[in-house]
């Protein structure tokens, strides 16, 4: 992570989709969570299938180098029986490996044609990433091939 091959020390590491139209009252806020949308994403039908939004999380450098690292647990992840689908259901599962406070913010955010109407004068809610920690998906759907 950029964090740990800059002599810099940040103060707050910012993730975000860069096709974003973000409020322009919406203010980066210098705290002690890891701080996401509150919207959740998620296949309804599907046990234990869900995350919330990944479209942009910020926070202090490391809950940040630890939420940007989920792709490198891919695999193990998988293995585990963890399902892709939706995606937000992977870093669900890797962020409840960890007891992260995290503030799930209500702002106003537009991706593409979506609009994500929060009530930003509604206040954030605090929970910790390990709530999230749930039984594994259904065995009903394999993402897995063997290689012949």
């Known amino acids: 992570m950029l964090t740990k091959t800059s002599s810099y020390a940040y103060d707050v590491v910012v993730r975000l989709r ?30 234990n299938t869900w995350g919330y939004s990944d479209i942009i999380s910020y926070g202090n450098p490391e809950y940040m180098d630890y939420y940007c690292v989920v792709y490198n647990y891919l695999l193990r992840y998988l293995k585990e029986g963890q399902y892709f689908i939706p995606t937000e259901n992977i870093l669900r599962y890797h962020l409840s490996r960890r007891d992260i406070p995290v503030r799930l913010f209500r702002d106003v955010i537009k991706l593409r044609d979506t609009v994500y109407h929060n009530d930003p004068l509604l206040p954030a809610e605090i929970t910790n990433s390990s709530k999230w920690r749930l039984d594994p998906p259904e065995k009903q759907y394999n993402f897995q091939r063997d290689i012949l």
């Not at 009252?25 to 890891?34: A, D, K, M, T, V």
Request: charged letters at 20%; hydrophobic letters at 45%.
């Open 18 to 47: 860069t096709d974003l139209l973000i409020d322009e009252n919406f203010i980066i806020e210098n705290n002690q969570y890891l701080n996401m949308p509150i919207e959740c994403v998620g296949i309804w039908n599907w046990k």
